[in-house]
């Protein structure tokens, strides 16, 4: 079936330095994605989302990448903090329904 | 704004007992979901609910689980009997509802379930 899938499982970077987390999708049909963080204990927490009209959009510090042609998927972290260690999920969806489907995870790890 | 509400947090209990999880969504999300979340996996859906509708619950396991949502505001999601493999975090999710897809989901905190 469609899945939705992360190319690394964890990411360990020095505080400061910018981080990439990468993600490919094989749902042809789908046009809107979603990067989510999630922390111990937590559920996910929306961070940046990206329509397929678009391959580019940023945030606060984080920047999304979508390439269509190749189906994948990156969310950019600069200065990278403590307080963004936390398992980033991409999610994707088609505009004919409203069901996510989840990636597996990669594991950011910030060292001080 | 009070966000998703969870009960309980964590439960334990042995395979074939019963269990029942809570959801308040945030307060005018006519939309909520109940997922599912393994370790170290994404979280997949069990069923949405419109209201009170239960409008896609083609991934819940019907023979075991099932779920409701009365009055259109607060729901349950029960597993009857539990099985080792259950074991897994069920979370909750609210959005504004109607027929975007664009509204943002949001997440209550889970409940963790250990089934022995």
Redesign the interface.
């Known amino acids: 079936g469609e899945s ?1 899938g992360l190319h690394l ?1 964890t990411l360990s970077v020095q505080e400061g330095d910018n981080s990439i987390i990468n993600c490919a999708y094989s749902n042809s049909a789908s046009d ?1 994605f979603i990067w989510y963080k999630q922390e111990s ?6 961070i940046i ?1 990206i ?1 397929s009209n678009m391959d580019k959009r940023q945030g606060q510090r984080v920047t999304v990448l979508l390439n269509k042609t190749v189906k994948h998927l990156s969310l950019q972290i600069a200065a990278t903090q403590p307080g963004d260690s936390a398992v980033y ?1 991409c ?1 994707e ?3 004919s ?9 990669t594991q950011l790890t910030v060292n001080p | 704004e009070a966000g998703v509400v969870q009960s309980p947090r964590y439960k334990i209990i042995e395979k074939k007992q019963p269990v029942a999880f809570w959801c308040n969504p945030i307060s005018g999300h006519n939309t909520l979901y109940w997922y599912r979340q393994n370790l170290g996996q994404g979280p997949e859906l069990l069923i949405r609910y419109e209201n009170e509708e239960a409008v896609d619950d083609s991934q819940l396991p019907k023979d075991r689980f099932s779920a409701e949502r009365l009055k259109g505001v607060d729901s349950t999601l029960k597993i009857q009997p539990a099985e080792l493999g259950d074991s897994a975090v069920y979370l909750c999710a609210s959005s504004l509802g109607g027929t975007s897809v664009y509204n943002e989901q949001f997440f209550g905190p889970g409940t963790r379930l250990t089934v022995l």
Not at chain 1, 41 to 46: E, L, N, R, T, Y
Not at chain 1, 97 to 105: D, I, K, P, V, Y
């Open positions: 939705v499982p809107y204990g937590k559920g996910p927490q929306f989302d329509r999920f999610a969806r088609e505009t329904g409203s069901r996510l489907t989840f990636g597996e995870g």
